[in-house]
């Protein structure tokens, strides 16, 4: 069974950036697509970004454009969120998850297909609090 572990929350003060990660173990990396998700305390899960397993591709959902980073370490296993100009309402927790592919996509926007995800990270806590 895939295991996908979540680091890099904390709290953080508005404006700041930060960098999450999620490490891939017992997966075949090459083959899964990673995607970072969040879910707000008391609001539905959200998706934030996808990195396609084929060519490395990333989309983002329009929310999300312009203050995400996706990118990955296919030699470590490693994928990465960069965030930046965090807000309060960006309080939440974030879990990475891998599916087959990024779908639904329209390029360069992504729709997440909740049903596509197999693997789920147990998610990194993220506080913006001045």
């Known amino acids: 069974q895939g295991q996908l572990v979540e680091t890099g929350g904390g709290v953080v003060q508005p404006g700041d950036s930060l960098k999450l990660s999620c490490a891939a173990s017992?997966?075949?990396?090459?083959?899964?697509?990673i995607a970072w998700i969040r879910q707000a305390p008391g609001k539905e899960r959200e998706g934030i970004s996808c990195?396609?397993?084929?060519?490395?591709?990333?989309y983002y959902t329009d929310s999300m454009k312009g203050r995400a980073t996706i990118s990955r370490n296919t030699a470590d296993k490693m994928v990465y969120l960069h965030l930046n100009s965090l807000t309060p309402e960006d309080t939440a927790d974030y879990f990475c998850?891998?599916?087959?592919?990024?779908?639904?996509?329209?390029?360069?926007?992504?729709?997440?297909?909740?049903?596509?995800?197999?693997?789920w990270g147990q998610g990194t806590q993220v506080t913006v609090s001045s």
């Open positions: 990195i396609s397993s084929r060519d490395g591709r990333t």
């Open positions: 017992r997966v075949t990396f090459d083959y899964y697509a």
């Open positions: 998850a891998a599916a087959p592919e990024c779908t639904y996509v329209d390029a360069p926007s992504w729709t997440p297909t909740w049903t596509s995800f197999e693997i």
